[in-house]
């Protein structure tokens, strides 16, 4: 599909969808191979039998193409093994198991309020690998260990391992840190580095976003709000605000939002930072109605989710005039919520500057910091599963 | 009392002590308000129904002023809640409070040298939240909730929430960070940023240190550690050497100083950096003695304690004379130690140069170490009273 | 010995070795002194009645020197005192002590593979006080502890404490930090360091690389690997390759493997890096066979052990071309491995570049990243032979 290929090609700046050639990896007792596999519900380029005791170092063998297809819908009894090995794109999660980590999303948000805690991951180690500072990403999902009861291992400073300097690989950088801990919680500047990590671990790796490329925890747990906040996701009519150009996270929403049935989207946006065709070819491709509208108060009186975004100065460059201009355009302010209806919600991945006003944020319908907060029940759940399964 | 506001324009740089206009948050189900007042034993802006079984987010209710005057004597049974639901300013501390805060101190101490620890906190979480790094602070709360079985989200770089490119506020920080943790230790290096962040804050905030402002827990370790040395706070003289116009720590030692009965005060320093009049204005209003001297060794042989501070070389800018002639002018050394009484000590904020030569190091009353030690003790206490209450 | 002396003067940059005159330390109630003593089985140079509840301060006595020596095999049995206070230099370590630390770390391995996990070290607090930055080594040292059940302050802007604005020495700092912590694990930039933070602190020590000076667990897990791999340390042929002028890690490889018999070292280097006469002159003086060499396929034909090192540029300042011929000379390949014996491994102290190619790993000889891990072992028998003694 040429739509979604291109789509695709978004996503990984071509990188690694391509089928991968074998790759070779051995240890003092055996030899075995790995391949991978481009899909659009994509499962990790390796399986690893992780070892749940641990996550310890254990056999790779071929991945089965589109295994999430085959037979998924009877495994999400407890007790039974997670399907995915690591989280590296949103592409990795079709509508059934989204559904399911929104189940066990929803049990942590019960384990988190409940004062004695939980002891559910109690001698499991994280190492929290970010080779980009990001306070907000990695206190998140050490709190998300911590609460249930892990420990954590963490660095802001992985550049060090791989410095220009010492100039190690990232693969030697994962094969010595896989070797402390059970999991990693990764956050590079490359596009498709979680990827290069995930095919050398024999623990699993959570992408806690690559450069330009993904950070699909951030897609959850915006689908999981809607979820939450509107109480459904068929039928839905979503307006994506302000860069769509560049905002990885509404691009990965509407890619997601594609998986359910009846939704609209309606793209608000100046003309600089305007929704790019790789997604609308997608959304056609998958039968999802979309348009585009220069009047937020139109679109936002008609909308269950207005999700605004904040204009990246850093894409315009020195045309600080268009820059000026753009962020100006669509701001959500009280007379934005004065033509919402009661049920509707105003979300926005933060941080925000003022492309909300502050008094929304007195608003019930403000949801952005909620938002917030179940990114710590999408990375509790995913956590659970990654390392005890169901 | 001009004195009185004189002092607490110093402490806040005027800039939030007047009251404030009612304001107003709001969540999915409810609106409330909160209000604060100005007061010279201030309570915190907010009041907060702490769930005591995590710091949950939850209503606030309007302010009783000076509700540290009524009846406070009799609430500090175990079980009680605590007074306070942040800790933002000495100011905060009366008389009676800093008496029980010490005795939950002690008991610290015996917790502390217990082998088998505690596990008091456990399943608590504790954000340190530094906007600029002080390692040595955030080393002594870490350990004091760690002490206490409770757990750390830790971060030196708190500035990339909110960086200039993002600019984020810190509001909408605190709001976030509030969900990952139950209670938030911050360093900041704006005054009054501590106040913001509890005017904010759904769970309890301890200022470590907020810029020229506040440094509360400073404060408190410095009272208790003359309690536990000399062991009387009433009837005491102090001598405050050094750099009096500038030092955070004396200023506010003055002022709870001057909560105590019959205390004598001496203020011993170079012209350029001798202490203000605001203080001196505050003590006089309270009735405290004080009197200044260029005669270390005269002072020495007649306190009961001798507090050295460090001569800021970033105050005097380009006057290096200026740095070099204060610094040398009063050391304390053998020679000043062999004029002081017996059961009288030297304490020192730290970290020192050779404002206090090492050899003092070797001498019984060299407490300054003891002093950084009780820190741990009252940040334990602080901890436990906030998140458990009495 | 006028061959170890200057063996000596290697390691502690003539710095440390001296007998050093009796220090006085003293505290409120007590005043009592240290001493200690220079010899090639060091012990270091302040025993401590470390308090087993907890590290507290304790008195320290009078050093018997070469304690070691005197009675040391029957004292490994379980319950027994560590023979060390601090891990200070490989110096330390006498052939018995590395058997029964490596038969600690044998037991370690099986705990850490244990799902789940070991508390042995629960209540107990670690420092990791880092003045330049070793994410590796850090996260090796905070992983053992935590597999263990112990907590950790972590810090790697030390020099914080002690910047050049306000001139902390070390001593002040190590006097601050152990009143957080029951033990320390310290990198620092200046060769000594460490052993000056041994003798200040009332609690253990472990260097974790002080400088062009000692790293002395990084020596302990290479013996052990090849204990590990080999089976054997008598009798046993190893070619040490590469940077053998500045490598720490080969120079105290050597001083190790001198204690063993029947062992013959092969030096093959670039002549620029060529191992210094110290070591050679050592080797000689404790009967150990050696030789230089310029043809690696015949030493690693010859070999159980290949120790390859990284040639390090900033050795060779303005001399790239210098550099470029150094790098270039002896790479660890395919053609090497073919003539190497089955049973024979490559090691490397990681991180590496080209020196050893990436297909290399994929052979059951590459034991370099089992030799990483073996690091965490010896730092988790190290903590608890440290903290619970045998």
Request: net charge neutral.
């Given at each position: 599909?040429a739509?979604?290929?291109t789509?695709?090609?978004w996503?990984?700046?071509?990188?690694?969808?391509?089928?991968?050639?074998?790759?070779?990896?051995?240890?003092?007792?055996?030899?075995?191979?790995?391949s991978?596999?481009a899909?659009?519900?994509m499962?990790p380029?390796?399986e690893?039998?992780?070892?749940?005791?641990r996550?310890?170092?254990?056999?790779?063998?071929?991945v089965?193409?589109?295994?999430l297809?085959?037979?998924?819908?009877?495994?999400?009894s407890?007790?039974?093994k997670?399907?995915l090995?690591?989280?590296?794109?949103?592409?990795?999660?079709?509508?059934?198991?989204?559904?399911?980590?929104?189940?066990?999303?929803?049990e942590?948000?019960?384990?988190e309020?409940?004062?004695t805690g939980?002891?559910m991951?109690?001698?499991?180690?994280?190492a929290?690998?970010?080779?980009?500072p990001?306070?907000?990403?990695?206190?998140?999902?050490?709190?998300?260990?911590?609460?249930?009861?892990?420990?954590?291992?963490t660095?802001?400073?992985a550049r060090?391992?791989s410095s220009?300097?010492k100039g190690?690989?990232?693969?030697d950088?994962?094969r010595?840190?896989?070797?402390y801990?059970?999991?990693?919680?990764?956050?590079?500047?490359?596009?498709?580095?979680?990827?290069?990590a995930?095919?050398?671990?024999s623990?699993?790796?959570?992408?806690?976003?690559d450069?330009?490329?993904?950070h699909?925890?951030?897609?959850l747990?915006?689908?999981?709000?809607?979820?939450?906040?509107?109480?459904?996701l068929?039928g839905?009519?979503?307006?994506?605000?302000g860069d769509?150009?560049?905002?990885?996270?509404?691009r990965?929403?509407a890619?997601?939002?594609a998986?359910?049935?009846?939704?609209k989207?309606y793209?608000?946006?100046?003309e600089?930072?305007?929704?790019?065709?790789?997604?609308?070819?997608?959304l056609?491709?998958?039968?999802?109605?979309?348009?585009?509208?220069?009047?937020?108060?139109?679109?936002?009186s008609?909308?269950?989710?207005?999700?605004?975004t904040?204009?990246?100065?850093?894409r315009?460059?020195?045309?600080?005039d268009?820059?000026?201009?753009?962020?100006?355009?669509?701001?959500?302010?009280?007379?934005v919520l004065?033509?919402?209806?009661?049920?509707?919600?105003?979300m926005?991945?933060?941080?925000?500057?003022?492309?909300?006003?502050?008094d929304v944020?007195?608003?019930?319908?403000?949801?952005?910091?909620?938002?917030?907060k179940n990114?710590?029940?999408?990375?509790?759940?995913?956590?659970?599963?990654?390392?005890?399964?169901?």
């Amino acid at each position: 599909m040429a739509s979604s290929s291109t789509f695709s090609s978004w996503t990984f700046n071509g990188s690694t969808l391509a089928p991968k050639s074998a790759k070779h990896c051995c240890f003092k007792q055996t030899i075995y191979s790995i391949s991978s596999c481009a899909s659009h519900d994509m499962i990790p380029p390796n399986e690893k039998g992780v070892d749940w005791g641990r996550g310890r170092l254990s056999l790779k063998s071929r991945v089965q193409c589109r295994a999430l297809e085959v037979g998924i819908k009877s495994s999400y009894s407890v007790g039974n093994k997670f399907q995915l090995e690591d989280v590296i794109e949103a592409q990795q999660f079709d509508r059934d198991t989204l559904g399911a980590i929104f189940e066990v999303a929803l049990e942590m948000e019960k384990i988190e309020k409940n004062s004695t805690g939980s002891q559910m991951l109690k001698g499991y180690l994280m190492a929290t690998l970010f080779y980009e500072p990001s306070t907000r990403t990695r206190l998140s999902f050490e709190s998300a260990m911590k609460r249930l009861g892990g420990e954590v291992l963490t660095t802001e400073n992985a550049r060090e391992f791989s410095s220009a300097a010492k100039g190690e690989t990232l693969e030697d950088t994962i094969r010595t840190v896989e070797g402390y801990s059970d999991i990693i919680v990764m956050r590079h500047f490359e596009s498709g580095a979680a990827r290069r990590a995930a095919a050398t671990a024999s623990i699993p790796i959570i992408n806690a976003g690559d450069g330009p490329g993904q950070h699909p925890t951030q897609a959850l747990l915006d689908v999981y709000t809607i979820e939450r906040e509107i109480g459904k996701l068929d039928g839905i009519k979503v307006g994506l605000v302000g860069d769509l150009a560049y905002g990885r996270t509404v691009r990965s929403l509407a890619y997601l939002l594609a998986k359910y049935e009846d939704v609209k989207i309606y793209f608000v946006s100046p003309e600089v930072v305007k929704m790019k065709d790789d997604i609308k070819d997608y959304l056609t491709s998958k039968g999802v109605e979309w348009e585009e509208s220069a009047d937020l108060m139109e679109v936002a009186s008609k909308c269950d989710v207005v999700y605004q975004t904040r204009i990246q100065r850093e894409r315009f460059g020195e045309r600080i005039d268009l820059y000026e201009e753009a962020r100006g355009k669509y701001i959500v302010d009280h007379g934005v919520l004065s033509v919402m209806q009661k049920h509707a919600v105003v979300m926005h991945p933060l941080p925000r500057l003022d492309e909300i006003t502050v008094d929304v944020d007195l608003d019930p319908r403000a949801a952005y910091f909620r938002q917030a907060k179940n990114g710590l029940y999408i990375r509790m759940a995913l956590l659970k599963l990654l390392l005890l399964g169901w």
